[in-house]
């Protein structure tokens, strides 16, 4: 079932994204060869006008084949100026709109999704755990101390269903504010005969469910539940419930951007790459997420699925514009390059260099891949 709703998830977001370049296109005169979900080999297709819309075998990825956009021939160069259709006839900012218009659909995606997401909640966020002082621009936050950010593999915390992001609030009755609190917590249960414990956490809902935990092994919490805890916001947005999503949207990108430049000069600092490449996860990472929400969550499954998505689309807007080869930000570039230079780039030149952009990109995305695959079985 993961694996199912992981295929159709991201197959919904590359959908989304590809629509905006096939629509921008459209509206540009621009004649679109191919609109493909997934990455080839192909398995079917259908042709409709002039554009063929096929399924491919891989489902990770999709993709829009303008006329003209990678020009592999010289042939292609002399017939550009003289095809309407043709891409590379299309002045810069027509190309930019183009270009850009995938990672826009992503953005407004997430924001419509967010406004399912707090229409059905009220308004507050889960719990977004924060590893370095941050101020957030929108919302009233709210910081809690004992949120979950990740389970032992196998351990008392995992088996009980607690999920990353759940804020612990109660341990047998009694209130907890800090780390010090549940190490005291369990500290007094290891004096007892039973190791059962009664944690209440903080449900995606707004409300509370309690969890029961047997407590193992000998140390402070983390060895004791299994759990690893850390700081995270709660931002409230009730002040401005309409507006609500488009806020979010603005703090988790801005957010993200500030984690990325903060693990990449921790990584530079220190030189050490593992910084940042355990802070990436691809597809398989993201597996891991649904089984966890059909597991222990299937109660929330709507809303932590809404959530989980809105998220992904921010990711894929913000990787999709990034000035790397292959992608939409490295085209834009090149673009942008036209712009000032007043000259048009050759053409087979880029896309040689988007060719092995993309090479780059499927070789990172299998060593991240692999390293997800790694992580789950130990």
């Known amino acids: 079932m993961a694996v199912v709703l992981l295929i159709l998830l991201i197959s919904l977001l590359v959908l989304v994204h590809e629509l905006g370049h096939f629509l921008a296109a459209k509206r540009a005169g621009v004649h679109v060869e191919e609109f493909g979900l997934g990455i080839p080999p192909r398995l079917f297709g259908k042709k409709i006008g002039e554009t063929l819309y096929s399924i491919n075998l891989l489902p990770f990825?999709?993709?829009?084949?303008?006329?003209?956009?990678?020009?592999?021939?010289?042939?292609?160069l002399a017939v550009a100026g003289a095809d309407p259709h043709n891409f590379l006839s299309k002045n810069a900012f027509t190309k930019l709109a183009i270009l850009g218009f995938g990672v826009?659909?992503?953005?407004?995606?997430?924001?419509?999704?967010?406004?399912?997401?707090?229409?059905?909640?009220?308004?507050?966020?889960?719990?977004?755990?924060?590893?370095?002082?941050?101020?957030f621009r929108f919302g009233d936050q709210k910081v809690l101390n004992t949120v979950v950010n990740d389970t032992q593999p196998d351990g008392p915390a995992q088996a009980a269903g607690l999920l990353r992001g759940e804020a612990i609030i109660e341990i047998d009755d009694k209130p907890v504010y800090s780390v010090d609190d549940i190490k005291k917590a369990l500290i007094d249960k290891a004096d007892t005969e039973t190791k059962v414990l009664l944690l209440d956490v903080t449900k995606l809902s707004g409300g509370i469910r309690t969890v029961k935990v047997v407590a193992g092994g000998d140390g402070g919490a983390n060895g004791l539940l299994g759990v690893f805890l850390s700081k995270a916001i709660i931002l409230d947005y009730s002040q401005n419930p309409w507006l609500s999503a488009p806020m979010h949207a603005y703090n988790i990108l801005g957010y993200s951007v500030d984690?990325?430049?903060?693990?990449?000069?921790?990584?530079?600092?220190?030189?050490?790459?593992?910084?940042?490449?355990?802070?990436?996860?691809?597809?398989?990472?993201?597996?891991?997420?649904?089984?966890?929400?059909?597991?222990?969550?299937?109660?929330?499954?709507?809303?932590?699925?809404?959530?989980?998505?809105a998220l992904l689309s921010l990711t894929i807007a913000f990787v999709n514009i990034l000035p790397f080869p292959a992608l939409d930000g490295g085209r834009i570039l090149f673009v942008v390059l036209e712009i000032l230079t007043g000259k048009k780039i050759n053409p087979l030149l880029e896309a040689r260099i988007h060719k092995w952009g993309m090479i780059a990109l499927l070789g990172l995305l299998f060593l991240v891949t692999f390293k997800d695959v790694k992580n789950i079985i130990g």
């Open 61 to 76: 990825g999709g993709f829009v084949k303008l006329t003209g956009e990678d020009a592999s021939e010289s042939g292609d």
């Open 259 to 309: 984690t990325l430049v903060n693990l990449v000069g921790l990584s530079a600092k220190t030189k050490d790459l593992t910084i940042v490449s355990q802070s990436v996860s691809g597809p398989v990472g993201v597996f891991s997420v649904i089984d966890g929400i059909l597991l222990y969550a299937k109660d929330e499954l709507f809303l932590r699925l809404v959530d989980l998505t």
């Open 104 to 135: 826009l659909m992503n953005f407004l995606f997430a924001i419509l999704l967010y406004y399912v997401f707090f229409f059905s909640v009220g308004y507050k966020s889960l719990a977004l755990p924060v590893f370095f002082d941050y101020k």
